[in-house]
C-alpha cells in the first residue's frame, strides 16, 4: 500500500479543465513529487465524482501515492481509495472511522484547538488547518493566525498541515512551526508547468522550512 | 424491523419549510398512513443531510416505516437508515449492495426496459419509474410513459412504482398497470393536512387502482 507522508499534499480543483488535462495536470503533480492527493470535487453528481476518482486512482496507484476523497465517503468507499477528508461540515470523524475502518487515512479540517482536539479523539489522522491566507478556490475562507497554526501543531499528536494560498514565496510565513506539509491547490494545479511546480515547491519547503 | 412496503410512498421535500414544521409535516404523512418515506436533500451539507436524517429517522421508527435516504449512501450508512435510493447519476446498485450489505432496502430509479432490467441484476429491490406527469419538484423532468411504466413492471421480478405529479385525482391513468405502488411528493408534502391527503391519496389507490 502507499505510504501516507502529508510533506507535499495537492488538492486537486477539476473546475477550470476538460478531463484529459485534468488527468495530465494530476500525473504532472505526481511525477513533481507530490506525496498526497486529494480529489475535491463539489458540483459532481455522485457517479460522476465516482467516476473521475477511479481514473485519478489509478494515476495516483502507479505513483505510489494515497488517494484522498474530500467529503464524500460513498465516493472514498466505492473507489475503494485510500482515505477521506472530512471538513466541519461533513461528517463526523468517528462515524466515518466506523464505517471505513481502522487502516484507511481519515483527514479532517480544523481552525481552532478544540476542533483538533475533536479530530484528533474521534480517530483522524491528520489535519489541514487554514485558509493561512486568502484562497481563490473556495468562495468562504475563514483565515486562520500562524499562531492559531502553532498551538494546533503543539495540542495534538498527529499531523498537522498547512493550508490556504501557500506557495513557494510566501511559505516563509511557516517557519519554526512544527507543521508535518503543505496543502496546495492552485499553487500546483494552475501553473504553467505543474510537475516543475511541485518540484520547486518542494525544493522552497526544503530550504525554506527544512521539511 | 419496520417492514418494506412500497404501496404509498412518501418523499420529502424540505427545501420550503422550517425544519419544525417539516418534521411535522413528516409525522403527519406517518399518521395518515404512508408505508415508505424517502428524504431527499440536495442543497444540505453532508452534516446536515445526516442530522436531518437522524431527526426523520427517530419519527420512522416510531411508526415502523423504513426510512430510505435519496442518493447519498454515505448518509444513509451514518445514520443506519433501512435503504438508499439511487438514480442513474448516483452510485451504481451493484456498489452500494456490496457496501451497504444485503438486508438493506435498496431502490433504482428506470426510464427504460434496459435500466430496470440493470437494476435489478445489480441487486435493487425496487424500481422507481417515472416521471408520469410534470413535477414541480426537479428542476429536469423527463417524461415516462404509462406504456413504459407497463413495460417495466412485466420485465422485472421486483416492485415498480410510478413517481411524478401524481396525486389522488389523476392516478386514473394507472390503472391496469401491476405496480406495486405510488410516490409522492407535493400531493402530501403541500397538502393543506398531509395526513389527511396521505389518507385520501391511499383510499383513492384502493378505490381507483384496487391496490
Same mark, same amino acid.
Not at 23 to 46: D, F, H, I, N, P
Not at 52 to 80: C, F, G, Q, S
Not at 95 to 123: C, M, N, S, W
Given at each position: 500500500? #502507499?505510504?501516507f507522508?502529508?510533506?507535499?499534499y495537492? +488538492?486537486?480543483? !477539476?473546475t @477550470?479543465? =476538460?478531463?484529459? =488535462?485534468?488527468?495530465r495536470?494530476?500525473?504532472?503533480?505526481?511525477? *513533481?513529487?507530490? $506525496?498526497?492527493?486529494q480529489?475535491?470535487? @463539489?458540483?459532481? !453528481?455522485?457517479? =460522476?465524482?465516482l467516476?473521475?476518482?477511479?481514473?485519478?486512482? @489509478?494515476? $495516483?496507484?502507479k505513483y505510489?501515492?494515497p488517494? +484522498?476523497?474530500?467529503?464524500?465517503?460513498?465516493? #472514498?468507499m466505492?473507489?475503494?481509495?485510500e482515505? &477521506?477528508?472530512?471538513g466541519?461540515?461533513d461528517?463526523? &470523524?468517528?462515524?466515518a472511522?466506523?464505517?471505513?475502518?481502522p487502516?484507511?487515512i %481519515? *483527514?479532517?479540517? #480544523?481552525?481552532?484547538?478544540e476542533?483538533?482536539?475533536?479530530?484528533? =479523539?474521534q480517530g483522524?489522522?491528520?489535519?489541514g488547518?487554514?485558509? %493561512?491566507?486568502?484562497t481563490?478556490? @473556495?468562495?468562504k475562507?475563514i483565515?486562520t493566525? $500562524?499562531? /492559531?497554526?502553532?498551538k494546533?501543531?503543539?495540542?495534538v499528536?498527529?499531523? #498537522?498541515?498547512?493550508i490556504?494560498?501557500?506557495?513557494?514565496?510566501?511559505?516563509?510565513v511557516l517557519?519554526?512551526?512544527?507543521?508535518?506539509?503543505?496543502?496546495?491547490v492552485s499553487?500546483? /494545479?494552475?501553473?504553467?508547468?505543474?510537475?516543475?511546480?511541485?518540484?520547486e515547491? !518542494?525544493?522552497a /519547503?526544503?530550504?525554506?522550512?527544512?521539511?
Amino acid at each position: 500500500m #502507499a505510504e501516507f507522508n502529508p510533506r507535499l499534499y495537492f +488538492i486537486t480543483d !477539476s473546475t @477550470k479543465y =476538460e478531463k484529459d =488535462e485534468f488527468l495530465r495536470r494530476v500525473e504532472a503533480a505526481l511525477k *513533481g513529487g507530490v $506525496t498526497l492527493v486529494q480529489l475535491r470535487e @463539489k458540483e459532481r !453528481s455522485t457517479r =460522476e465524482y465516482l467516476e473521475l476518482a477511479n481514473e485519478v486512482h @489509478k494515476l $495516483t496507484l502507479k505513483y505510489n501515492v494515497p488517494l +484522498i476523497i474530500d467529503d464524500r465517503l460513498d465516493v #472514498a468507499m466505492a473507489a475503494d481509495t485510500e482515505g &477521506v477528508h472530512l471538513g466541519q461540515s461533513d461528517l463526523p &470523524v468517528n462515524i466515518a472511522r466506523r464505517l471505513f475502518g481502522p487502516d484507511k487515512i %481519515i *483527514g479532517a479540517t #480544523a481552525k481552532t484547538v478544540e476542533q483538533a482536539l475533536e479530530a484528533y =479523539e474521534q480517530g483522524a489522522d491528520y489535519l489541514g488547518v487554514g485558509a %493561512i491566507y486568502p484562497t481563490t478556490t @473556495k468562495v468562504k475562507t475563514i483565515l486562520t493566525s $500562524t499562531e /492559531m497554526l502553532d498551538k494546533i501543531c503543539h495540542a495534538v499528536p498527529i499531523p #498537522a498541515n498547512a493550508i490556504g494560498g501557500l506557495n513557494k514565496d510566501n511559505i516563509d510565513v511557516l517557519k519554526g512551526i512544527p507543521i508535518a506539509g503543505v496543502c496546495v491547490v492552485s499553487a500546483i /494545479m494552475k501553473a504553467d508547468d505543474p510537475k516543475q511546480a511541485a518540484e520547486e515547491l !518542494s525544493a522552497a /519547503m526544503q530550504d525554506k522550512l527544512e521539511l
